[in-house]
């Protein structure tokens, strides 16, 4: 198992920026895969950005050259910094760890990022 501790979100103006942080319960350099999803209010959750072993990072089309994924292994946290904010990037945002191939994913308790003038 996994526990994970979504931080960094809030309210920020368009065209701003924001860093989300994810800090997982064990070492992350052993999980298969870790990701950020989001869900805005009516819609189905959405992956955003993962980072697989061995694998470049994964970005949804519409955070493209906007959003990057990072991991910091020694600090057991994995990071999503996201520029040039828009209001559709208003979301719940939620991480994920997949710690092994075939086997179950885990989920953070979410972080509100609300894009506004």
């Known amino acids: 198992q996994v526990q994970l501790a979504e931080s960094g979100g809030g309210l920020v103006q368009p065209g701003g920026s924001l860093r989300l942080s994810c800090a997982a319960s064990?070492?992350?350099?052993?999980?298969?895969?870790m990701g950020w999803y989001r869900q805005a209010p009516g819609k189905h959750r959405e992956l955003v950005a993962s980072?697989?072993?061995?694998?470049?990072?994964n970005y949804a089309d519409s955070v493209k050259g906007r959003f990057t994924i990072s991991r910091d292994n020694a600090k057991n946290t994995v990071f999503l910094a996201m520029n040039s904010l828009k209001p559709e990037d208003t979301a719940v945002y939620y991480c994920?760890?997949?710690?092994?191939?075939?086997?179950?994913?885990?989920w953070g308790q979410g972080t509100q990022v609300t894009v506004s003038s």
């Open positions: 064990r070492r992350i350099s052993s999980i298969y895969t």
């Open positions: 994920n760890a997949v710690p092994s191939v075939a086997g179950p994913g885990y």
């Open positions: 980072i697989t072993f061995g694998s470049n990072p």
